[in-house]
């Protein structure tokens, strides 16, 4: 059995024991009631998010210098768990936003910068899809997510910046100790189940390295389609 | 916020089933696509020796 | 050659590619313009809500022009393999991205001073506050566009699926710099009171300071056999 179902076990389990404690046993929140328990899913999944796409940037900065299929595959494999994740965490926000805020959607720079984030990640699995050729795929893949990377602060900050003419919304804060435990437990197992996602896509990623079936037309040009 | 929101439990199960959907579904892809692919590899294996 | 000496070469090669085939630029003119036209009609004839916002529809406009305008940028090189001529020749590649990036700044710049007269027309939209902000913006926020669609327009200016590629990399990049340009132009253009410009221009900067160094350093990578 490949070894990273290990971890992908202990994070399923974890994520059933921290889902029962927050949705059974934590008690409600203050302001929220029981809305406020998606936070036990939503939080871990945003910490992963960023967590992961921050793994992503530092293995696209070592496939640039490696040059390595491993190390392309690994990149694909954190990408892709990386946007799964991101829809995941939109959508989250967005069905806690309704009750709470009383919109789906609100600007929120945390939210709203995920949202960019998310296209930019799916922007390069479009890039990827696009290009024929594996070494050049790699090379550009990788400039593509460290650019992105370095710009989710940006974006951030900006949006920051952009929102606090308009309105102040905060944040809520869980204070209760109850309410720590499941976070915490939720979020190891999103970040088990997270690995072992990503190690999945890149042997996927690894396996198809050489079959991919285009599904737009071939480019007539060599710099796409890699040498004879 | 004034008050405390009452039930929406029904926002708890769209969130946490939405994201369980997800995860699992791309999981299932995910391994269903591995396979094929390591038995593709392995056809080709066959044939090469063979 | 140094560097700086290679960046101007290159830099005036384009410029003078771009002069001699300005019916392309003068499409890409008519095509902000027309842009401008159909945000009005989408909006409404309201004066009010098209001065007030003028400066948002320019912006927008800008973006979708910039599309056209940096891909065509790396077309021109694709045409008889010429960035592989250009490679074989000891060009530094970042003389080549600063060359062609300065090239599209300018163009993108002077497509943005010419919409200002017209967004001054047909939104009956003023600059009431200073020149100096309107102009700043308008050159930071079309540096922080240049730039990085230098990079991605040499990505995809042969891939599959090219043109929606092209905006689908640079428009989520480029966010702060559409929040951030056009609140410093709508300030220039609406009045600043309480004197936010120079902060909008800083976030500018630092994005501008940023998108022009990472793609240099990594140009090297993406045009490399």
Known sequence: MDREHWLGIAGLLLLIGGSVFGLLIAPPEKYMGDVGRILYIHVPTAWNALLIATAAFVIAIGSLVKRSPKWDAAL?????TTALLTVMLLIQGAIWAKPTWGVYWDWDPRLTTSAIMGVSFAGLLALRASLDDPERRATWTAV???????????VYMSIKWWRTLHQNFSTPETVNEMMVIPLRINAFAMLFIGIWLSVRMARLSLAER???VPTAPASADPLIAGRA | MEGVIVGGWGYVAAAWGISLGLLLGWAVVLNVRLAAARAAAQDEGATDAG | MGVFAQTLAVFRKDVLLEWRGRSRVSAVVFFSTMTLLLFSFAVGPGREVLSRHAAGYLWLALLLSSVLSLGESFRVETEDEALEGMRLLPVDPRALFFGKASSNFLLLLGLALLLVPGCLVLYSAEIRGSAGLLVASLALGTGGLAAPGTLYAAMTARARGRDVLLPLLLFPLVVPVLLASVKA???AMTGDPMNQGPSWLGVLVCFDVVYW??????FGRVIED
């Open chain 1, 144 to 154: 593509g997510t460290i650019i992105a990377y370095v710009d989710v602060p940006i």
């Open chain 1, 76 to 80: 694909h494999g954190t990408l892709a």
């Open chain 3, 185 to 187: 132009t709508s300030l």
């Open chain 1, 210 to 212: 050489g079959a991919a």
């Open chain 3, 213 to 218: 160094s990472l793609p240099a350093i990594l």
